[in-house]
C-alpha cells in the first residue's frame, strides 16, 4: 500500500527558506505513470496546489509561487523536496505531500494518497 | 487562474438526509472536476474524479455529476461518517485550484 510521509522543520523564521521532504514507500518514485505534488492549507482556509514533480526532474509550479518554489526528488532515496524561499507569515500552513494520478494524454488529475500532512509555522 | 466557488459554504444536515454541494468553475473545464473529503486534522481522500466516477472503495452513496462549469456532489443518505468538508478541484488548466471548501455538520 503506497503511503507518504513529509518531514522537516515546524518552525521557519521569516525571510528564511522552508524545506521538507516526502518519503515514498509501497512504490517506487520511478512509476512512469505519476508525478508527485505538494499542496498546502493555510489553517482555517482552502487548498493550494504548490508544484509536481516527475521522476525525471521535470518539474511544473504554481505560477504565483514560481519565483519562490523548487521542487526536486532523489530517486535513490524514493523521496522528493520541496524549498520555499523567502517565507512570510502568510506561508504558514499544513503542507501535505501527494501522488498525482492521471490518464495519459488528457487533462484527467487527482491527488490520491495524501501524506499525513505537517504545519509548518513561520514566525520569529 | 481558474476559481472553484462552492455552494453552500456550509450546511447543517441530519443522518440519512440528501445532501447536495455545488461547484461551479470560472471557465469552461469540461470534466476535468475532482471532489475530496476532509475530516478534521486529516488529509483529503478522493471521492470522484472526472466528474462521476467512483473512486475505488468509495460508498455508492456518493455521487457526481456535471460538465462544463456546474457540477454537483450527492450524498444520496448522509451517514455519521460522512460529517467532514468536501472540495472540488479542476485539473484542466495550470494552476490546478480547489473550492473552498463545504462543511457538512450534523443537525
Known amino acids: 500500500q503506497l503511503q507518504l510521509q513529509e518531514s522537516g522543520p515546524g518552525l521557519v523564521k521569516p525571510s528564511e527558506t522552508l524545506s521538507l521532504t516526502c518519503g515514498v514507500s509501497?512504490?517506487?518514485?520511478?512509476?512512469?505513470?505519476?508525478?508527485w505534488a505538494w499542496i498546502r492549507q493555510p489553517p482555517g482556509k482552502g487548498l493550494q496546489w504548490i508544484g509536481s514533480?516527475?521522476?525525471?526532474?521535470?518539474?511544473f509550479y504554481n505560477p504565483s509561487l514560481k519565483s519562490r518554489v523548487t521542487i526536486s526528488v532523489d530517486t535513490s532515496k524514493n523521496q522528493f523536496s520541496l524549498k520555499l524561499s523567502s517565507v512570510t507569515a502568510a506561508d504558514t500552513a499544513v503542507y501535505y505531500c501527494?501522488?498525482?494520478?492521471?490518464?495519459?494524454?488528457?487533462?484527467?488529475?487527482?491527488?490520491?494518497?495524501w501524506g499525513q500532512g505537517m504545519l509548518v509555522t513561520v514566525s520569529s | 487562474d481558474i476559481q472553484m466557488t462552492q455552494s453552500p459554504s456550509s450546511l447543517s444536515a441530519s443522518v440519512g438526509d440528501r445532501v447536495t454541494i455545488t461547484c461551479r468553475a470560472s471557465?469552461?473545464?469540461?470534466?476535468?472536476l475532482n471532489w475530496y473529503q476532509q475530516k478534521p486534522g486529516k488529509a483529503p481522500k478522493v471521492l470522484i474524479y472526472?466528474?462521476?466516477s467512483l473512486q475505488s472503495g468509495v460508498p455508492s452513496r456518493f455521487n457526481g455529476s456535471g460538465s462544463g462549469t456546474d457540477f454537483t456532489l450527492t450524498i444520496s443518505s448522509l451517514q455519521p461518517e460522512d460529517f467532514a468538508t468536501y472540495h472540488c478541484?479542476?485539473?484542466?488548466?495550470?494552476?490546478?485550484?480547489f473550492g473552498q471548501g463545504t462543511k457538512v455538520e450534523i443537525k
Open positions: 509501497g512504490d517506487s518514485i520511478t512509476s512512469t505513470s505519476h508525478y
Open positions: 514533480v516527475y521522476y525525471s526532474g521535470s518539474t
Open positions: 471557465q469552461t473545464i469540461s470534466t476535468y
Open positions: 472526472a466528474a462521476s
Open positions: 478541484q479542476q485539473s484542466y488548466y495550470i494552476p490546478y485550484t
Open positions: 501527494a501522488r498525482r494520478v492521471g490518464i495519459t494524454g488528457t487533462p484527467f488529475a487527482w491527488f490520491e494518497p
